[in-house]
């Protein structure tokens, strides 16, 4: 049974298109999050959301939009794709509000934006 | 500012070398410290973590990580490596009132025989 899953695992998509990334955790925890993995393998927070709750909505541009229906789902919407939101995102998961016991992650979905 | 370096991008070990993959942060607060591992295309994977007491920590699949708070540093090592540990290595820092972790920028491990 997969803690923390991200479908799809990979997206192909054609600039100016509209995708949506879902993530499922069946872990109980309380907070949810959404990272961006670059080229360079950095991984920057985009967005968290603490029972339902945006507690964290970092510069992002707004052609991304996260929704959580519960506490344990957490999907990302993005609209009109641009080249440069090909990267991998992560979909992680944590206990409490704060990340002190670390995440979970899921697998990671790749997105290319053709 | 929260920040975490890791100030070697890539290291190549030989299998059944030792190891030590190094980590910096700066955090205001009393940090709590994390070690992940990202295996090609997976997600990442926890290794150990620290939150306070005994500053060596002992992970899984046989690594450990030492604090140092005069270095603010918590480097992550292992005795004799594998092949199966080639992969990229993250650290991460946290705090109490923090509502994320913040990552390192990785180093990437590859091991040759």
């Known amino acids: 049974d997969t803690a923390v899953s991200q479908t799809p695992k990979y997206l192909v998509t054609q600039m100016g298109n509209d995708k949506s990334i879902k993530c499922e955790q069946n872990?109980?925890?309380?907070?949810m999050y959404w990272y961006k993995q670059d080229s360079k393998k950095f991984l920057k927070i985009m967005f968290s959301?603490?029972?339902?709750?945006?507690?964290i909505n970092e510069t992002v541009p707004n052609r991304f939009s996260p929704k959580s229906p519960d506490k344990a789902h957490l999907n990302l919407h993005i609209n009109s794709l641009e080249l440069g939101d090909s990267a991998v995102y992560f979909c992680?998961?944590?206990?409490?509000?704060?990340?002190?016991?670390?995440?979970?992650f899921g697998s990671g979905t790749r997105l290319t934006v053709v | 500012a929260q920040s975490v370096t890791q100030p070697d991008i890539h290291i190549t070990v030989s299998e059944g070398a030792s190891l030590e993959l190094r980590c910096n942060y700066s955090?205001?607060?009393?940090?709590?410290l994390f070690w992940y591992v990202q295996s090609p295309g997976q997600g990442l994977q926890l290794l150990l973590k620290?939150?306070?007491?005994?500053?060596l920590v002992q992970g899984i699949k046989g690594f450990e990580a030492e604090f140092k708070r005069s270095q603010s540093s918590f480097n992550l090592r292992k005795p004799s490596v594998h092949w199966s540990d080639a992969a990229e290595y993250f650290c991460?820092?946290?705090?109490?009132?923090?509502?994320?972790?913040?990552f390192g920028t990785g180093t990437r491990l590859t091991v040759i025989p």
């Open positions: 992680a998961s944590s206990q409490g509000s704060e990340p002190t016991y670390g995440y979970t």
């Open positions: 872990l109980g925890h309380d907070t």
């Open positions: 959301y603490n029972n339902k709750e945006l507690i």
């Open positions: 955090y205001g607060a009393t940090p709590y």
């Open positions: 620290y939150f306070s007491g005994d500053t």
């Open positions: 991460a820092v946290g705090a109490t009132g923090a509502n994320n972790l913040f």
